[in-house]
C-alpha cells in the first residue's frame, strides 16, 4: 500500500470512528417522579414540570438523529418534534398502563418503544395512590390521543398497544398519522386496536392515516367505541403502504359519519374474514377509491363490502379496484362508481354479487383467477376484457347470469398468453363456457385478440396456436424494413 491510499486509509477509518463514537444514549429521568405527573415536552424544557435530569448530560450541541433516548416516570408526551435513533417512552403509570399524547407530536426514529410502571395506581382522582418505586415495567396498553395530533415515523412493535383517537373525556379535533422512516426507508408498525372515540360534545373529527412506507398490521378498527353521541365523522385515509386487519372493522355508534378514503397502497385481510359495513348502525359508511387501490386477501379469507356502503371516486382519480393475495373481495354494494382498472390476479375472486364494473375502463383477470356476478355482464363496445392463460388449465374466467350490451358490440377481449402455455405443443384449446360462463352469449360480438398468436373458434371451443414460420419470417421481415426505414430518416 503506497502513502497516498495509507492517507487515504487512515483519514476514512478516523471519520468512521468518530461517526460512531459521536452517537450516544442518553437517559431522561423527569423530576416530577415523586408526584407522577411530569410531562415529556421536548429536550429544552422552559416550565419545571416539564424539566429532567439527563445522563449523560446533554451537551451544547443537543441530541442527535443518531442518539438513542429513553424517557422514565413522565405521565405523558405534550408537544414535541422528536428526531432520533431509538425512543423509548417509560409512563409513570399515575393514572392507567399508558399515557396521553397532547398537541401536536411527531416522534422520527428507527425504534419507537412506549412502555408504562404496570398497574401504578390505586384509587380514583383526588385519591390516588402511586408508587415512585414501581418496577414492573410493561409495554404500554392505553395510548391516548387527547385532543392532539401524532405522528410515527418508525417501527413500533407492541402487541397490546390499543390507540385511542380522541377519548370519552375529551375528543376534540385528534389525528393519527402513520408513515415511513423517510421516502427510502418503510416502516414497520403492529399493534393491536386503533379505536376512535369521542365525548358528548357535539363536535368531533377525528383521522387515521397511512402514508407511503408504513406497512401496518392491527387486530380492529373501531369506531365510536365509546358512543357518546351522534354526528361524528371519522375518517381512514390510506395513502399507500399496506393496513392489514387481523380480526374486525366494526362500527359501533349510530349517527357517525365514517369515511375510507382508499387512494393508493393496500387494505389487507389476513387472519380472518373482514366485513367492511353499517353492522345494524344507522351511520353514513363511505369508501372512496383512488387510482391506486388495492385488496389483499389471504387465500381461503374473504373481505366483504356490504350493502349500505357508498363506493365513490375520489375526486379528481380514477376509481381503481385491485384485489391480489388469493382469496375473495366481495362487494355486495354499487360498483357503478368504479371507473378505473379492475385487477383481478395471484389466483383471487372478485365476487361482484349482482352487479357488474360496466363503468370499467379495463377488465383485467389473472391466470387462476375469476370474477362472478349473479347479475348480467353489461358491456358496451368500448369495454376492454383482458384474460390471462397460463396454460390449458390454468387461465382467468368470467361467470355471470348472461351478457347484455347496450349497443351492438361486446367491445374487445383480449388474450394474455403465456409462451409456456405451448411447451407441450403448438395449440391448445379451452371451451368457450371456461372462460365466460354465461347464457346469451354471442362470441361473434367481440373483437378477440391474442397477440402474437393465432386462434380459431369451433363451436364450443376456442383454439390458440403458434404461427408456422412462414408467418414469422414475414413479420421479422416487416420489422427489418421498419428499421430500415428508421435508419433512412436519421
Given at each position: 500500500?503506497?502513502?497516498?491510499?495509507?492517507?487515504?486509509?487512515?483519514?476514512?477509518?478516523?471519520?468512521?470512528?468518530?461517526?460512531?463514537?459521536?452517537?450516544?444514549?442518553?437517559?431522561?429521568?423527569?423530576?416530577?417522579?415523586?408526584?407522577?405527573?411530569?410531562?415529556?415536552?421536548?429536550?429544552?424544557?422552559?416550565?419545571?414540570?416539564?424539566?429532567?435530569?439527563?445522563?449523560?448530560?446533554?451537551?451544547?450541541?443537543?441530541?442527535?438523529?443518531?442518539?438513542?433516548?429513553?424517557?422514565?416516570?413522565?405521565?405523558?408526551?405534550?408537544?414535541?418534534?422528536?428526531?432520533?435513533?431509538?425512543?423509548?417512552?417509560?409512563?409513570?403509570?399515575?393514572?392507567?398502563?399508558?399515557?396521553?399524547?397532547?398537541?401536536?407530536?411527531?416522534?422520527?426514529?428507527?425504534?419507537?418503544?412506549?412502555?408504562?410502571?404496570?398497574?401504578?395506581?390505586?384509587?380514583?382522582?383526588?385519591?390516588?395512590?402511586?408508587?415512585?418505586?414501581?418496577?414492573?415495567?410493561?409495554?404500554?396498553?392505553?395510548?391516548?390521543?387527547?385532543?392532539?395530533?401524532?405522528?410515527?415515523?418508525?417501527?413500533?412493535?407492541?402487541?397490546?398497544?390499543?390507540?385511542?383517537?380522541?377519548?370519552?373525556?375529551?375528543?376534540?379535533?385528534?389525528?393519527?398519522?402513520?408513515?415511513?422512516?423517510?421516502?427510502?426507508?418503510?416502516?414497520?408498525?403492529?399493534?393491536?386496536?386503533?379505536?376512535?372515540?369521542?365525548?358528548?360534545?357535539?363536535?368531533?373529527?377525528?383521522?387515521?392515516?397511512?402514508?407511503?412506507?408504513?406497512?401496518?398490521?392491527?387486530?380492529?378498527?373501531y369506531f365510536s367505541q365509546s358512543n357518546l353521541a351522534e354526528g361524528k365523522t371519522s375518517t381512514v385515509n390510506l395513502n399507500g403502504g399496506t393496513l392489514e386487519v387481523r380480526s374486525e372493522i366494526k362500527v359501533q355508534g349510530n349517527g357517525d359519519n365514517i369515511t375510507f378514503n382508499h387512494g393508493a397502497g393496500t387494505l389487507k385481510a389476513s387472519a380472518r374474514d373482514i366485513t367492511i359495513g353499517l353492522n345494524g348502525m344507522t351511520a353514513n359508511l363511505a369508501y372512496n377509491l383512488g387510482s391506486d387501490a388495492t385488496f389483499s386477501v389471504d387465500s381461503g379469507r374473504t373481505l366483504t363490502i356490504e350493502d349500505g356502503v357508498t363506493i365513490s371516486a375520489i375526486s379528481g382519480q380514477n376509481a381503481d379496484l385491485r384485489v391480489v393475495g388469493g382469496g375473495t373481495v366481495r362487494v355486495n354494494a354499487s360498483v357503478g362508481a368504479v371507473n378505473g382498472t379492475v385487477s383481478v390476479s395471484e389466483n383471487s375472486v372478485l365476487d361482484l354479487g349482482s352487479s357488474w364494473v360496466s363503468n370499467a375502463q379495463t377488465v383485467s383477470i389473472g391466470a387462476g383467477s375469476s370474477i362472478t356476478t349473479s347479475g348480467n355482464i353489461e358491456l358496451s363496445d368500448t369495454s376492454e376484457i383482458v384474460l390471462a392463460?397460463?396454460?390449458?388449465?390454468?387461465?382467468?374466467?368470467?361467470?355471470?347470469?348472461?351478457?347484455?350490451?347496450?349497443?351492438?358490440?361486446?367491445?374487445?377481449?383480449?388474450?394474455?398468453?403465456?409462451?409456456?402455455?405451448?411447451?407441450?405443443?403448438?395449440?391448445?384449446?379451452?371451451?368457450?363456457?371456461?372462460?365466460?360462463?354465461?347464457?346469451?352469449?354471442?362470441?361473434?360480438?367481440?373483437?378477440?385478440?391474442?397477440?402474437q398468436y393465432s386462434y380459431s373458434i369451433d363451436g364450443s371451443s376456442i383454439t390458440f396456436q403458434v404461427p408456422e414460420p412462414s408467418a414469422y419470417a414475414a413479420a421479422l421481415g416487416a420489422l427489418a424494413l421498419a428499421f430500415a426505414a428508421f435508419r433512412r430518416r436519421r
Open positions: 500500500m503506497n502513502s497516498t491510499y495509507r492517507r487515504l486509509f487512515a483519514t476514512a477509518m478516523t471519520l468512521f470512528c468518530a461517526a460512531g463514537l459521536s452517537a450516544e444514549s442518553y437517559y431522561l429521568e423527569s423530576n416530577e417522579r415523586e408526584l407522577g405527573t411530569g410531562d415529556f415536552a421536548g429536550f429544552n424544557p422552559t416550565q419545571d414540570s416539564h424539566k429532567f435530569t439527563a445522563t449523560p448530560e446533554i451537551p451544547e450541541g443537543g441530541i442527535t438523529s443518531a442518539d438513542d433516548v429513553t424517557l422514565e416516570w413522565f405521565s405523558d408526551i405534550s408537544g414535541v418534534n422528536v428526531d432520533v435513533n431509538t425512543f423509548e417512552f417509560i409512563s409513570s403509570g399515575r393514572w392507567n398502563n399508558g399515557f396521553s399524547f397532547k398537541n401536536n407530536v411527531v416522534i422520527k426514529a428507527k425504534n419507537i418503544i412506549f412502555k408504562s410502571h404496570w398497574n401504578n395506581k390505586t384509587g380514583t382522582p383526588p385519591g390516588v395512590v402511586y408508587d415512585p418505586n414501581n418496577s414492573d415495567v410493561r409495554d404500554a396498553q392505553a395510548l391516548n390521543i387527547y385532543r392532539a395530533s401524532l405522528t410515527l415515523m418508525g417501527n413500533f412493535e407492541n402487541s397490546s398497544a390499543d390507540f385511542y383517537i380522541g377519548q370519552a373525556y375529551a375528543s376534540g379535533t385528534c389525528s393519527l398519522t402513520l408513515s415511513g422512516y423517510d421516502a427510502n426507508t418503510p416502516a414497520t408498525y403492529n399493534f393491536h386496536n386503533v379505536a376512535f372515540s369521542y365525548d358528548s360534545e357535539t363536535s368531533g373529527q377525528n383521522t387515521f392515516t397511512i402514508n407511503d412506507g408504513a406497512n401496518v398490521s392491527i387486530n380492529g378498527l392463460i397460463s396454460s390449458a388449465t390454468e387461465f382467468a374466467s368470467i361467470e355471470g347470469a348472461s351478457i347484455t350490451t347496450s349497443g351492438e358490440r361486446y367491445g374487445s377481449l383480449i388474450f394474455d398468453i403465456n409462451a409456456s402455455a405451448f411447451e407441450d405443443g403448438t395449440e391448445f384449446s379451452i371451451s368457450l363456457s371456461e372462460l365466460i360462463s354465461a347464457s346469451d352469449i354471442d362470441w361473434s360480438k367481440f373483437d378477440i385478440s391474442a397477440g
